[in-house]
Nanobody, 116 residues
Framework: QAQLVESGGDSVQAGGSLRLSCVASRTILVINYMAWYRQAPGKERDMVATITRSGRTNYADSVKGRFTISRDNAKNTLYLQMNSLEPEDTAVYYC??????????WGKGTLVTVSS
């Protein structure tokens, strides 16, 4: 089971951009499903974006047109490009993977703070 480490979280002003990275300890070439989730203070953890091995993507309505998920299999890395950030995007962002045999792995998260 891969271990996942997120990075790239920071404090930015509304309208700014950030790129989050999630590096896996093992190859992600065979991982069919990877995703970014986020959890705001006092709220549940929600899906932000997903990507399959074939590159098919899916986004939460709240981030469509602003966020882009991508993966670099050669670098074992998942990315989340976040543009036009809003204060409502403030949260801890987590990386998730699901292996072909159904094992789920989570990273420990990276904090994104957006000020108005």
């Amino acid at each position: 089971q891969a271990q996942l480490v997120e990075s790239g979280g920071d404090s930015v002003q509304a309208g700014g951009s950030l790129r989050l990275s999630c590096v896996a300890s093992r190859t992600i070439l065979v991982i069919n499903y990877m995703a970014w989730y986020r959890q705001a203070p006092g709220k549940e953890r929600d899906m932000v974006a997903t990507i399959t091995r074939s590159g098919r993507t899916n986004y939460a309505d709240s981030v469509k047109g602003r966020f882009t998920i991508s993966r670099d299999n050669a670098k074992n890395t998942l990315y989340l490009q976040m543009n036009s950030l809003e204060p409502e995007d403030t949260a801890v962002y987590y990386c998730k993977s699901v292996s072909p045999d159904g094992l789920t792995a989570w990273g420990k998260g990276t904090l994104v703070t957006v000020s108005s």
